[in-house]
């Protein structure tokens, strides 16, 4: 008895029917396109808010402007202790975090055993990662303030923001950590090098610049957040410098807040507003600048 073909083995588009072939390549430049005016969107969003920016920015930005100090409550003058103040919050919060996530991500890519306790560690690093910011600042403000007497500081501002950033670099640092090929780990074992070497001279310069990028996202919002600092360490008019980690600080997310919601006469400080904002901008850009710079220099050094 010979076989007859079904109504749906004729649509089957493994069998190259030219209508449902046709129908699947149809479907799939409607999503690229999608996916093409989505994109050109978001691009065209944040292209508009930078141009923005530097429009209105530029007229204010010269060198009496980043190198002043306020004037008159913040009215006048520039804005240099912000700048030097978000560089101090920005690199402790750094010294705090990478190392530390480093290391936890070590531990969990390494040395820990695979179970139900690792998924749960993960899973509690992956919601601590999406929680706001005003909860952190809340967290600092009760922890490193008042419980441990810090009192509103360089060094309870860094450990709120190093806090924030720290499940971010975990995962990130983890995800590179296991991307290095497993015959890495197997040859230097085999070679006689215990687990720290095999680790440390062989895996970890090689999942550095994965690393390294998972901290620039780190650094642009360590930079730019303001309800950490707002409970921990900010001020928003201080013309003085600071002298040690023990000192409160201007800082540029918090100054720009003040200066857009808070100031008596808001228009009349609407160019330092644009002036601020560009300043915090290049500062986050320069910084992102120097960690892919970083990246790139670890990436040829130990390529895979």
Not at 91 to 106: D, E, N, Q
Not at 124 to 131: D, H, S, V
Request: proline share 6%; net charge positive; glycine share 10%.
């Amino acid at each position: 008895m010979g076989y007859a073909p079904s109504k749906r083995d004729s649509t089957d588009p493994s069998q190259g029917n030219p209508v449902s072939t046709g129908r699947v390549r149809a479907h799939r430049s409607l999503m690229v396109y999608f996916l093409r005016v989505l994109t050109y969107s978001i691009v065209a969003c944040v292209g508009y808010i930078v141009i923005d920016i530097i429009w209105n920015g530029l007229p204010v930005l010269n060198w009496e402007f980043v190198s002043s100090f306020p004037r008159r409550g913040g009215s006048e003058g520039g804005i240099f202790p912000a700048i030097v103040g978000t560089l101090c919050l920005v690199g402790g919060t750094i010294s705090l975090a990478f190392p530390l996530g480093v290391s936890c991500a070590i531990y969990l890519s390494e040395y820990s055993k695979p179970g139900k306790f690792l998924n749960a560690m993960r899973l509690a690093i992956i919601t601590l990662a999406g929680i706001p910011s005003i909860v952190f600042g809340l967290f600092g403000l009760g922890v490193f303030v008042l419980f441990l007497n810090l009192g509103s500081s360089i060094l309870a501002g860094s450990l709120t923001l190093a806090c924030m950033i720290l499940p971010t670099i975990i995962v990130v640092s983890e995800e590179a950590l296991r991307a290095v090929p497993q015959t890495f780990r197997e040859g230097s074992l085999a070679l006689g090098a215990t687990k720290w070497q095999t680790i440390s001279r062989n895996i970890l310069p090689c999942a550095l610049p994965g690393m390294i990028t998972g901290t620039i996202l780190c650094v642009g919002r360590a930079a730019g957040e303001t309800a950490p600092i707002l409970l921990t360490v900010a001020a928003f008019y201080l013309p003085r410098l600071p002298h040690s980690i023990f000192d409160q600080v201007m800082a540029l997310p918090y100054h720009l807040y003040v200066l857009a919601t808070q100031h008596p006469d808001i228009e009349k400080v609407r160019p330092l507003q644009y002036g601020t904002a560009l300043v915090l901008l290049l500062l986050v850009l320069g910084l992102n600048g120097l960690a892919i710079f970083l990246r790139r220099k670890f990436r040829k050094k130990h390529a895979w």
